[in-house]
């Protein structure tokens, strides 16, 4: 993908800044290209990141397994290895866009990016320790810590996040040490972070040190009460772990209230992606919903990663400020909603946004 | 300045979303030119944009004054104007640079920008319509309203904000109509707003429809509880209006987290500004502020307009994390603090930033 990314570095701009320390950084969408460079892919971090040696790194494997293991960094580096291109959304990616005013960090567009991660299939090290019968859920732990507001558990804790075993067994499951070619940095995992394609990026859990199989479902506070939304059962709602990336399509151009030139012909561009499944098609409005066309996509389609897209169109001769928008629709059958459901309180945003230019 | 504008046009991004309703967009600052056009420049809202016809609208001039006046549009537009590059900051500006997580919107660098205005200074308004004595203020009210959390006039008020007399009759301060030589947009206060060159962004209040003189201080919400700050007078502190723009340089380029070419000269690239005063000189620093450097400025000194200013860095062969900072100096020999007085809340923060950038 190299040669194609090129052409898109021109108009890079910087990750923009949503809140100093920790850092928590956004690319500037505008600037898509197929992969994102390591230097502007978004950074989102819970507490100080921990600074971590590989040569003093250990992964503990424990709970429900035949052999307890302790991995080294070189250990790792032994073991079979693959390399993908894979996309990590935030779950609250898109939360600048609700109205009224959210909570939590205002994520616009561009706590997104798809990079080319290259780690060990966490297949390949639960089936070396041996995952016990009646094994549910796998733990991952980071060594970030500090405290939450968690009523269950005060006081200072360790980020975790789980899988259920079968997602765990997946290829895209990564024990990931290697970004876009090169060493994971500091803000990104150094030096080896969990890669979950499909799911959100809470799940991807960064400065990995523990690996535990548990025989009863696990019920952690980034899981239960933060990154949960409220799913319906009978009318009864529970607090439900965020998982798997929902269908999207992003307009990277044109930029909120750029300039477009009345007349011509404008290149609106894009990215659309869908968690477990595939894209399968994307619509593009230039008239703030009322009719849509067909907006072809480019390139081949990936699993896991974002799919890039174009439209051109034909702006009119009338002047004045368009509202542009896209949709996307997956192998599953999934498109994006009109509005934001409620009952995913400030995550999985994926109604379809509006982007506001002035033809002139 | 157009043809200077015209090569910094290439990298564009867009407006950055801080808040969707009311709109609250940041400029990405990387995008640094000259004059900002109008659809990067910054939007601060605090309410719903009043839609206002401009064969509607009418000014009125009253209170302490010989001769109340209700001007017209086209009474104004008929009245001698100027038109002059003036630099407006929010006073929050930066607020995202601030540790712990601030409340209120976090801007980064981009709430600031220059425009051109056209419009009628305020003195000949007032001279028309003879102010009397003993007047010591000048309130702007604006069509835009709302409820704020005001604990002495709950319920819903129009945005207010006063000047004192003596700066009210100064030239750089306009009711301007044009901004870059076209109409003002909804957005940034058509048909009519203040523009109050050297001071904050708030002290320019928009879609301006009332110019009322008094003969005592004006203690409006946005002047004694909002955008204040606390001013000591033998140690007792005091909620003081926020008014004149802090001494301030910003870097542009190199961007949060850009790659930069080991052994290579690179041209990092910024603007200063000072609210009352010149910027006398910048300075920059490849070393977190270890060592410091001059850094030419380029072009002519504008009052009330930033000055744009360059430094070549030859760039160390050495690899790695690189802090860049600049700071400027102004004519009344005031410089950057090196940290946030918290006495300011989360307004007029001018300390020095720190851009982290990749040598590789």
Chains 1, 2 share one sequence.
Request: charged fraction near 25%; glycine fraction near 8%.
């Amino acid at each position: 993908m190299s040669e194609a990314a090129s052409m898109f570095n021109a108009s890079r701009a910087g990750l923009i800044i949503r809140e100093k320390q920790p850092a928590n950084l956004e690319f500037p969408f505008a600037s898509l290209g197929p992969v994102t460079p390591t230097n502007e892919f978004f950074v989102r971090t819970h507490f100080p990141v921990p600074a971590i040696r590989a040569r003093d790194w250990t992964l503990t494997v424990d709970g429900e397994v035949e052999r307890g293991l302790v991995l080294t960094y070189d250990d790792l580096l032994r073991m079979p290895a693959t390399t993908a291109p894979v996309l990590l959304e935030c779950a609250g990616n898109g939360r600048a866009q609700l109205v009224p005013k959210a909570k939590g960090l205002l994520w616009d567009t561009g706590a997104v990016g798809t990079a080319e991660w290259t780690g060990v299939p966490l297949s390949v090290v639960l089936e070396k320790a041996g995952v016990k019968k009646g094994a549910v859920d796998v733990i991952f732990q980071g060594a970030d810590k500090g405290e939450v507001d968690d009523p269950k558990s005060p006081g200072v804790v360790h980020f975790e996040r789980s899988l259920p075993l079968a997602k765990a067994m997946r290829p895209e499951v990564l024990l990931a040490y290697r970004m876009n070619g090169k060493d994971l940095t500091p803000d990104h995992g150094f030096p080896v972070r969990a890669i979950v394609g499909g799911w959100y990026g809470m799940a991807s859990v960064k400065w990995l040190t523990h690996v535990t199989v548990t025989a009863t479902p696990f019920e952690g506070f980034w899981q239960s009460l933060e990154y949960a939304y409220w799913k319906r059962d009978r009318e009864r709602p529970t607090l439900t772990a965020v998982t798997e990336v929902q269908v999207k399509a992003q307009i990277a151009r044109p930029a909120l209230a750029e300039a477009v030139q009345a007349g011509k012909s404008y290149r609106v561009f894009g990215a659309a992606w869908s968690g477990e499944s595939d894209v399968a098609g994307v619509e593009v409005s230039t008239d703030a919903g009322k009719t849509w066309s067909e907006a072809p996509l480019l390139g081949d389609s990936v699993p896991f990663a974002w799919r890039l897209w174009e439209f051109p169109w034909d702006v009119p001769k009338t002047t004045g400020r368009y509202k542009v928008m896209a949709r996307a629709t997956d192998t599953k059958g999934h498109t994006q909603p009109e509005k934001h459901d409620s009952d995913r309180r400030t995550y999985m945003i994926n109604f379809a946004f509006t982007v506001e230019v002035e033809v002139m």
